[in-house]
Nanobody, 120 residues
Framework: QVQLVESGGGLVQPGGSLRLSCAAS????????TVWYRQAPGKQRELVAT???????NYADSVKGRFTISRDNAKNTVYLQMNSLRPEDTAVYYC??????????????WGQGTQVTVSS
């Protein structure tokens, strides 16, 4: 089974930056999509950013222009660069990888989450 480890969270002031990492136990990102989600207490889980196997990306409107998702296949790692952070970005951030085979089988794996706190 694929194992994912998120890291890079912490406490940062508004306007600051953090880079989150999602490291996979094996080379998967050429065939799996990677999605960053976040969830704050009392809030629904929110999709933040996606990178597809071919390298295309999608972003939530709330982070567009501030966050960048990228991938290093050689390191089996996906990154989320977060700039111009706001207090409303405070949440636990989760890495999710997923794919559907041509035969219709679905696979999905989750990391343990990393806390991001934006506060002055």
């Amino acid at each position: 089974q694929v194992q994912l480890v998120e890291s890079g969270g912490g406490l940062v002031q508004p306007g600051g930056s953090l880079r989150l990492s999602c490291a996979a136990s094996e080379s998967i990102f050429r065939i799996y999509s990677t999605v960053w989600y976040r969830q704050a207490p009392g809030k629904q889980r929110e999709l933040v950013a996606t990178i597809f196997p071919g390298g295309a990306t999608n972003y939530a409107d709330s982070v567009k222009g501030r966050f960048t998702i990228s991938r290093d296949n050689a390191k089996n790692t996906v990154y989320l660069q977060m700039n111009s952070l706001r207090p409303e970005d405070t949440a636990v951030y989760y890495c999710n990888v997923r794919r559907t085979t041509p035969g219709g089988l679905e696979y999905a794996y989750w990391g343990q989450g990393t806390q991001v706190t934006v506060s002055s």
